[in-house]
């Protein structure tokens, strides 16, 4: 496989440096991209790099990922308007610790193999380097006119903020990193995004002078919405890889709710389908756009990656329950997060707890809730067969409803006709 004609095709390739697509034909070779650890856990943003290591191992080259625990004590200022929130040791630890545990789920580290995948953390050879060894030994390499240069640094140093020298120094600690791989690990090509391209080439330039070699580079382009919005933040803010902290449901959910536009270029971006398995895709998409093909694909493949199978699955029934009526035994098994995940744009209400525990009708029960205006209202769709409660249909006005129909002991699901849905919370 051409790793760069594969990227290429996809849309995930911006700049390159010149040799870089003969270097990795001529042999294997070993590449890395950092990863900020500012979280426990990776957002959909880090999907990218993630997919690139994984395209650059299948295409028989050894992937490193590096966990910043040393920049991540300095912050990349890269196009950033302000300095960000320095985070301490013990927070660093475990960011770096959560990181690592999801890019293992991803790459193949079978120690095996000549191209197995290695986790590296920067602050493993800078806890050693002195602050004077390091401006001897490595700043005099790179002149403050080149650094200056770079278009990030630029527009800090122009916005009103201004740049502070810890900030300025990142570009020089990333380069290091790329020098020390090179010599430690015989790593040659650095990747990432567009808005590294700065700092990479300071670190292939580190290479050159410092070590007298020959180092490579590519980044790919910043994913966007076709509407300008920011990739990979929702209302409820960022879409998390980890699942404790955004739900399969929730991030399946995310993807199926992609617009038609940017569903054609995901498909390319975050899926391993060949290209022309896209192809088809895009086109039965385009002659019936409200099947909803591209979205409902890119959301059963990426969720599965990143999720498995069986949170795939229940992704779907989930995303169904309210509009089918044979999902009466999936709502009883839904955990209370499962449920509120679910149910997240239901109108809720709220039913005193003493009330059912006495019992009270459901005419009564959908009049005083606020659920219909009036007891004669409730009564006549009642008596129509239009209200469920928790997807079984109320067979008759003389239903009483107690304690027993509480889901998780706490909620109800009322349904009114075929689309109104409400969530009765017991307090």
């Not at 849905?421 to 017991?426: G, I, P, V, W």
């Amino acid at each position: 496989m051409n790793l760069i004609e594969e990227l290429r095709w996809r849309g995930m390739l911006q700049d390159m440096m010149p040799g870089t697509e003969e270097q990795l034909q001529k042999e294997m070779t070993t590449a890395y991209i950092g990863f900020d650890p500012t979280a426990a856990s990776l957002h959909i943003g880090s999907l990218v790099p993630i997919l690139l290591l994984v395209h650059l191992q299948k295409a028989g080259h050894k992937p490193l990922a590096l966990v910043g625990g040393a920049t991540g004590m300095v912050g990349d200022p890269s196009f950033k308007a302000e300095e960000r929130k320095m985070l301490d040791l013990e927070t660093l630890a475990k960011n770096v610790a959560g990181i690592k545990a999801q890019l293992e789920q991803f790459l193949d580290f079978d120690p095996a193999k000549p191209n197995a995948a290695e986790m590296v953390n920067n602050f493993d050879w800078f806890q050693n380097i002195t602050f004077l060894d390091f401006i001897r030994d490595t700043g005099k390499h790179i002149t403050v006119n080149y650094m200056m240069s770079k278009d990030s640094v630029k527009k800090r140093l122009e916005g009103e903020n201004g740049m502070s020298f810890t900030e300025f120094t990142y570009q020089l600690i990333q380069g290091y990193d790329f020098f020390h791989l090179y010599t430690a690990k015989n790593c040659k090509l650095q990747m990432g995004g567009s808005d590294q391209w700065g700092n990479i080439v300071t670190g292939t330039e580190l290479v050159r002078r410092k070590a007298g070699g020959e180092a490579f580079a590519f980044t790919c382009p910043l994913i966007k919405k076709a509407d300008g919005t920011k990739f990979g933040k929702t209302e409820s803010g960022t879409v998390w890889l980890d699942s404790s902290r955004t739900s399969p449901y929730s991030f399946y959910q995310f993807w199926l709710n992609t617009t038609d536009v940017d569903a054609e270029s995901y498909i390319k971006i975050f899926t391993f389908l060949t290209q022309p398995e896209v192809e088809e895709l895009i086109a039965q998409h385009r002659e019936a756009p409200e099947k909803r093909i591209l979205q409902k694909r890119l959301a059963k493949e990426v969720t599965v990656f990143i999720h498995g199978e069986a949170a795939y699955d229940f992704a779907v029934q989930a995303s169904e329950m309210l509009f089918r009526n044979d999902t009466a035994e999936l709502l009883l098994s839904l955990t209370e997060e499962q449920l509120l995940d679910v149910m997240a744009g239901v109108p809720q209400m709220e039913v005193a707890i003493a009330e059912l525990q006495a019992g009270k009708d459901i005419v009564s029960l959908l009049a005083d809730t606020g659920i219909f205006p009036s007891k004669g209202e409730a009564r006549k769709m009642v008596q129509g067969g239009g209200v469920s409660i928790n997807k079984v249909k109320v067979e008759g006005i003389d239903k009483v409803v107690n304690t027993e129909a509480l889901l998780r002991d706490k909620y109800i699901l009322i349904q009114k006709g075929k689309k109104n849905y409400y969530l009765l919370k017991a307090i």
